[in-house]
């Protein structure tokens, strides 16, 4: 416990209208101090703030972006009482409160409890840890005050929101287990490929009948097999534009999201790289406890600054496998994601990339001014520039800005004939 400011200034001003009343014989500065007096006597020790118990219950941990959740907050002082309780939450600003506010007051007896429900809507993807609560404990006269940090710590995340994806890329490569990639080898399946002469063995639903009549044999019709496929998604969180929660690595994240969700809506392996400051990897793995490990890795992916040069060598063969598809999703501010790219494809790789617009996310931040249209413009000019590199070195690139359906840009992707397969052909 310790004095409030307020003490100090109160007893200096009882003590000077004490002073000039005996002093100059003014009864009305006396009478103008006796309220003072008895603020400075009704003060009272206080117990320890860290005494109070605070306790937090939220309905949901995991949300999804605009989603609300109740946080319940329940205050009992077991011990001694408490004539005024503050209680301040630290939420960051992505957290908007509903119902309620940030500071809470009340007063408690001893044995008492408060409890209080606050609706708060996330409006932005992170990882947020609710607590520990700023606690301040006055008496009375307000001239005691206590403080103390009470841990009673919630973790909320928050997922960005998925839409819906109809146009995912095709992956050049498949693996042996069943899926929904139509494969370029023949077996069971549902996508006719070649039509042979009949030989023992085959199955007569598989007789193709109006060949057969026009040449006079049995010929049977042979399906592509139908089976799973490896995608890496690769992060690019080198560098970031724009401001919180709209900047490139928040679009970037979204896009990881949607595509995650779909590919393995379609029983296909799927991992994530991240590059940047940090290399963190996860390997790829199908359903739902996957999914929940990809949004995870992706809502904490953030831009840590470095002068280190980044290089996809180490990251394991098992995080990378050679017959993946790489969805690379960036900005493409940084020149080194580009090399990692360029590297990646030369090393055999199926490689695409998701360029998301950096110059519209920086110019909704810039003030409106002839300058910095000048400025972005010439930067997109640039950012082309790089992309058309991309595109030389044999890379798919779609673009895609962040307010349009990313579908819409994912389309040109999935209509694109891998580079493996156009050289078969």
């Not at 970031?240 to 929660?245: K, V």
């Not at 640039?382 to 779609?398: C, K, M, P, W």
């Given at each position: 416990?310790?004095?409030?400011?307020?003490?100090?200034?109160?007893?200096?001003?009882?003590?000077?209208?004490?002073?000039?009343?005996?002093?100059?014989?003014?009864?009305?500065?006396?009478?103008?101090?006796?309220?003072?007096?008895?603020?400075?006597?009704?003060?009272?020790?206080?117990?320890?703030?860290?005494?109070?118990?605070?306790?937090?219950?939220?309905?949901?941990?995991?949300?999804?972006?605009?989603?609300?959740?109740?946080?319940?907050?329940?205050?009992?002082?077991?011990a001694?009482?408490?004539p005024?309780?503050?209680?301040?939450?630290?939420?960051?600003?992505?957290?908007?409160?509903?119902?309620?506010?940030?500071?809470?007051?009340?007063?408690?007896?001893?044995?008492?409890?408060?409890?209080?429900?606050?609706?708060?809507?996330?409006?932005?993807?992170?990882?947020?840890?609710?607590?520990?609560?700023?606690?301040?404990?006055?008496?009375?006269?307000?001239?005691?005050?206590?403080?103390?940090?009470?841990?009673?710590?919630?973790?909320?995340?928050?997922?960005?929101?998925?839409?819906?994806?109809?146009?995912?890329?095709?992956?050049?490569?498949?693996?042996?287990s069943?899926?929904?990639?139509?494969?370029?080898?023949?077996?069971?399946?549902?996508?006719?490929?070649?039509?042979?002469?009949?030989?023992?063995?085959?199955?007569?639903?598989?007789?193709?009948?109006p060949?057969?009549?026009?040449?006079?044999?049995?010929?049977?019709?042979?399906?592509?097999?139908?089976?799973?496929?490896?995608?890496?998604?690769?992060?690019?969180?080198?560098?970031?534009?724009?401001?919180?929660?709209?900047?490139?690595?928040?679009?970037?994240?979204?896009?990881?999201?949607?595509?995650?969700?779909?590919?393995?809506?379609?029983?296909?392996?799927?991992?994530?790289?991240?590059?940047?400051?940090?290399?963190?990897?996860?390997?790829?793995?199908?359903?739902?406890?996957?999914?929940?490990?990809?949004?995870?890795?992706?809502?904490?992916?953030?831009?840590?600054?470095?002068?280190?040069?980044?290089?996809?060598?180490?990251?394991?063969?098992?995080?990378?496998p050679?017959?993946?598809?790489?969805?690379?999703?960036?900005?493409?501010?940084?020149?080194?994601?580009?090399?990692?790219?360029?590297?990646?494809?030369?090393?055999?790789?199926?490689?695409?990339?998701?360029a998301?617009?950096?110059?519209?996310?920086?110019?909704?931040?810039?003030?409106?001014?002839?300058?910095?249209?000048v400025?972005?413009?010439?930067?997109?000019?640039?950012?082309?520039?790089?992309?058309?590199?991309?595109?030389?070195?044999?890379?798919?690139?779609?673009?895609?800005?962040?307010?349009?359906?990313?579908?819409?840009?994912?389309?040109?992707?999935?209509?694109?004939?891998?580079?493996?397969?156009?050289?078969q052909?």
């Amino acid at each position: 416990m310790r004095p409030s400011p307020l003490l100090a200034p109160l007893s200096v001003l009882t003590i000077v209208a004490l002073g000039l009343g005996l002093a100059l014989g003014r009864s009305e500065l006396v009478l103008v101090a006796v309220p003072l007096v008895v603020a400075l006597l009704s003060a009272r020790r206080l117990g320890p703030a860290s005494g109070i118990t605070v306790t937090a219950v939220s309905s949901a941990t995991t949300l999804v972006e605009d989603d609300c959740v109740d946080l319940v907050l329940t205050v009992s002082s077991p011990a001694t009482a408490a004539p005024s309780i503050e209680i301040f939450l630290s939420l960051p600003d992505s957290f908007v409160f509903v119902d309620g506010a940030r500071h809470l007051a009340t007063s408690l007896n001893a044995g008492d409890t408060f409890e209080r429900t606050l609706v708060i809507r996330s409006t932005a993807r992170g990882r947020c840890v609710v607590g520990p609560f700023a606690l301040r404990l006055t008496d009375h006269s307000g001239l005691c005050v206590d403080e103390a940090l009470v841990a009673s710590p919630v973790v909320i995340e928050t997922y960005p929101r998925v839409p819906e994806i109809r146009h995912l890329p095709r992956p050049a490569r498949t693996r042996s287990s069943f899926g929904n990639v139509v494969s370029a080898r023949l077996g069971t399946g549902l996508e006719p490929g070649d039509i042979r002469a009949f030989v023992p063995g085959d199955r007569v639903r598989h007789i193709n009948w109006p060949v057969s009549l026009r040449l006079g044999s049995l010929h049977v019709t042979q399906f592509h097999r139908e089976q799973n496929a490896d995608i890496v998604l690769l992060l690019d969180t080198l560098a970031e534009t724009g401001a919180h929660p709209q900047s490139s690595v928040d679009a970037c994240v979204r896009a990881v999201a949607a595509l995650a969700s779909g590919y393995l809506a379609q029983k296909d392996r799927v991992g994530l790289v991240e590059f940047g400051g940090y290399l963190r990897w996860l390997k790829p793995a199908t359903g739902q406890r996957q999914l929940t490990k990809l949004l995870q890795a992706a809502v904490a992916a953030d831009q840590v600054f470095t002068h280190a040069v980044r290089d996809l060598d180490y990251v394991p063969a098992t995080a990378l496998p050679r017959q993946a598809l790489v969805i690379a999703i960036s900005p493409v501010i940084d020149e080194r994601f580009s090399n990692a790219l360029v590297e990646l494809s030369g090393r055999g790789y199926d490689v695409v990339l998701l360029a998301v617009s950096a110059v519209g996310l920086t110019r909704r931040v810039l003030p409106d001014t002839p300058f910095h249209d000048v400025a972005c413009a010439l930067w997109q000019l640039e950012l082309d520039n790089r992309v058309q590199q991309l595109r030389t070195s044999g890379i798919a690139v779609a673009e895609w800005q962040p307010e349009q359906p990313l579908d819409s840009a994912l389309a040109s992707l999935s209509r694109r004939v891998p580079a493996r397969q156009a050289a078969q052909r």
